[in-house]
């Protein structure tokens, strides 16, 4: 799988998204991999703000992702666009 690239948490959360979708989890599904409420895997899908940094790394945990953190490339826009 090729890096993702999120800048904003909506566009996190739809990473998560289809990440969850294209293995065949239900947000129910992944909500017990985590040990969290269902409404919880739905407020980080849509990128709420107020989701916790800790449940957001659980989530990450539970689809055998990670985070990487590393200097903005100064690419167009558009290349950004196109993922989403």
């Not at 690239?5 to 065949?24: E, Y």
């Not at 957001?56 to 990487?68: G, H, K, R, T």
Request: charged fraction near 25%; glycine fraction near 6%.
């Amino acid at each position: 799988m090729a890096d993702i690239i999120a800048r904003t948490p909506p566009q996190l959360g739809a990473i998560v998204r289809r990440i969850r979708k294209s293995r065949t989890l239900t947000q129910a599904g992944l909500a017990a991999l985590m040990n969290v409420r269902q409404a919880t895997v739905s407020r980080i899908e849509h990128g709420t703000p107020t989701a916790q940094l800790g449940t957001l790394m659980d989530a990450l945990s539970a689809l055998d992702l990670e985070l990487v953190v590393r200097p903005r490339r100064k690419g167009q826009l558009r290349e950004l666009e196109d993922l989403f």
